[in-house]
């Protein structure tokens, strides 16, 4: 199936959400001859790899709860869309859900995927984890797994896969030094990767203030 994304809608917050809701009707007819424990639901610039503990084991993967959204974490650096004038609280920071890896049953994940119908749904993670509560849906963080956000590099600056121990760090440091980096230098360095601008185009690229 190939559904090509509207231009007016693809981007960093409504993006995942037009995603979801296309692979509803492909997501549902399989449902008719398939079972599955589990959605997964990430980012293609998104990396994620299991959490291991004190010993260097493994922790163990948690199935999901019912009627319960699993994220990779909780933000509190969010402001509330100032334009809002239905929003008693517009403006004001308040607690976001991290759309960066999210796990939950099936019928919760069909839930989610209307949210892209919403017409008030701007996309934010501050109104993903409203649209989650007003949908009866819990938000529960998960411990076994840790993520980190990709941003353009330079291939030939590491060696190996990027979720080893060893590239790990530098894939963190990396999204710090893109936040602080200067618009041109962004510039030149999707130039120098062949990356077209406007895939990367959001208030982190432009040097804005959340």
Same mark, same amino acid.
């Given at each position: $199936? ?6 007016d ?6 993006? *995942? ?5 296309? %692979?509803?009707?492909?997501?549902? #007819? ?9 959605v ?9 790899r299991?959490?291991?503990?004190? @010993?260097?084991?493994y922790?163990?993967?948690?199935? *999901? #709860? ?15 869309? *100032?334009? +809002? =004038?239905? /929003? ?7 607690? &976001? ?7 939950m ?5 069909? #839930? ?8 008030? $749904?701007t ?8 649209? &989650? ?5 819990? %938000?529960?963080? !998960?411990?076994?797994? #840790?993520?980190? !956000?990709?941003?353009?590099? +330079?291939? @030939? ?6 979720i ?9 440091? %990396? ?5 602080? $980096?200067?618009? =041109? ?13 406007? /895939?990367?185009?959001?208030?982190? $690229? ?5």
């Open positions: $199936m190939e559904v090509w994304p509207n231009p809608v693809f981007q960093a917050y409504r993006g *995942p959400g037009w995603i979801s809701y296309n %692979l509803l009707p492909y997501f549902r #007819e399989r449902q008719k001859s398939v079972t599955y424990d589990a997964f639901d990430t980012r293609p610039d998104i990396l994620y299991r959490k291991k503990d004190n @010993n260097n084991n922790l163990s993967i948690l199935p *999901p #709860e019912d009627m319960c959204l699993h994220t990779s974490g909780f933000e509190s650096g969010h402001r509330r869309n *100032p334009h +809002d =004038e239905n /929003d008693i609280h517009k403006g004001k920071r308040s607690v &976001a859900i991290s759309d960066w890896f999210f796990m049953k099936p019928n919760v994940f069909i #839930e989610l995927a209307d949210r892209w119908t919403d017409e008030k $749904m996309g934010s993670q501050i109104q993903y984890r409203e649209f &989650a509560e007003s949908r009866g849906i819990t %938000l529960c963080a !998960i411990d076994w797994v #840790e993520t980190a !956000i990709v941003r353009p590099f +330079d291939v @030939n600056s590491f060696q190996g896969k990027l080893e121990d060893k590239n790990w760090q530098r894939v963190l440091n %990396l999204r710090h030094e893109w936040v602080h $980096m200067p618009f =041109e230098k962004k510039e030149e360095i999707l130039r120098n990767t062949g990356q077209p601008t406007e /895939d990367w185009d959001t208030p982190t $690229m432009r040097n804005f203030a959340r």
